[in-house]
């Protein structure tokens, strides 16, 4: 008698297709079922039961989540960021946990790079004046040129050198970065947050969210911004205490901001800073393109198949 198949449950749905998915997993001998908690803690406890392996993209793999584990060998997170999954609880149960950091990085960096443009040639704000009729009409505010001026990057993995190099013909004069774990080259300097909030002209995240990076910019950091700096987070929406923000822009402690991210998602509507005509915003769609999707479904995928041979993941976080 054959042995039941071993499963593989998605937590979370969202992509047109999952036939990548099924072709690996059926040649790996397993099954896949899409089992959508939307972000429901409640349902994932009884999602994951009887999974051999568990995807997931936002909805919550808590502690007790993983308590409910009753055979689970590995999580695998759709994505790069893992703060919605409890990696110290997975390594009490000796449940592996990987993502996928290496897809995406073109379109987010492209994403950071175009709403700094967006924000500094004042896009947004003049697309309204033209569509409401209005031709020439009053700079509300003064835009700079970014050459001769200072790029800060807090954190500086794949995604932040891409948004370096993509930023180089625009001829910023220095290049300040902060993270702790990276070897840095040449022709960057490295600098502290607060350096990096008091000298940039244009500040891009690209930091993970966890308990120490959570509001890292705050009102103290925000109060040694210039005047003409401009912050991009494509990173997590936690790094940035919104409200402070919004309390810096009104208060023109800064130029303006480009946010993809939001704490929590999808932030609420009415918040103030949506008001502010030197903001551009959008939906976490930073990582989006059809080839990003495809790659990202796949290389999850391939995660999987490592797990189910016994193989250690590629890119496993919990050792």
């Not at 000796?94 to 993502?99: D, G, K, L, T, Y």
């Not at 290496?102 to 947004?124: M, N």
């Not at 940039?200 to 005047?227: G, N, Y």
Request: glycine fraction near 6%; charged fraction near 25%; aromatic fraction near 6%.
């Amino acid at each position: 008698m054959n042995a039941p198949a071993r499963l593989v449950v998605a937590l979370d749905g969202g992509y047109a297709s999952y036939d990548q998915e099924e072709a690996l997993f059926g040649a790996a001998h397993a099954r896949f079922e899409l089992r959508p908690c939307a972000g429901s803690e409640a349902a994932a406890l009884e999602a994951v039961r009887g999974a051999d392996i568990v995807m997931v993209r936002e909805s919550p793999v808590s502690r007790a989540v993983i308590d409910a584990m009753d055979r689970c060998k590995g999580v695998v997170r759709y994505g790069i960021g893992v703060d919605n999954i409890d990696l110290q609880a997975a390594r009490e149960r000796q449940i592996r946990v990987a993502n996928v950091p290496d897809y995406g990085i073109e379109e987010v960096s492209t994403h950071a790079v175009a709403l700094l443009l967006a924000v500094a040639r004042q896009v947004r704000q003049r697309d309204q004046h033209v569509r409401a009729g209005q031709w020439n009409a009053p700079r509300e505010q003064p835009m700079y040129r970014l050459r001769g001026r200072t790029l800060g990057l807090i954190g500086y993995g794949r995604i932040a050198r891409q948004v370096q190099e993509k930023l180089a013909g625009f001829g910023f004069e220095r290049v300040l970065v902060h993270d702790p774990f990276a070897v840095l080259p040449a022709d960057v300097t490295a600098a502290s947050v607060e350096e990096i909030c008091a000298q940039s002209d244009a500040i891009s995240l690209h930091a993970p969210l966890t308990a120490q990076t959570r509001h890292l910019i705050d009102a103290p950091r925000l109060a040694l911004v210039r005047p003409t700096a401009i912050l991009v987070n494509t990173a997590r929406g936690g790094l940035v205490d919104l409200d402070a923000l919004h309390e810096a822009l009104v208060a023109k402690r800064l130029l303006g901001a480009g946010l993809d991210v939001f704490e929590p998602e999808p932030p609420a509507h009415t918040h103030p800073v949506f008001a502010l005509p030197n903001v551009v915003v959008s939906d976490h769609i930073g990582w989006y393109s059809e080839e990003a999707m495809r790659e990202l479904q796949r290389k999850a995928a391939e995660e999987v198949v490592r797990m189910l041979a016994g193989e250690t993941p590629k890119h496993w976080l919990n050792a």
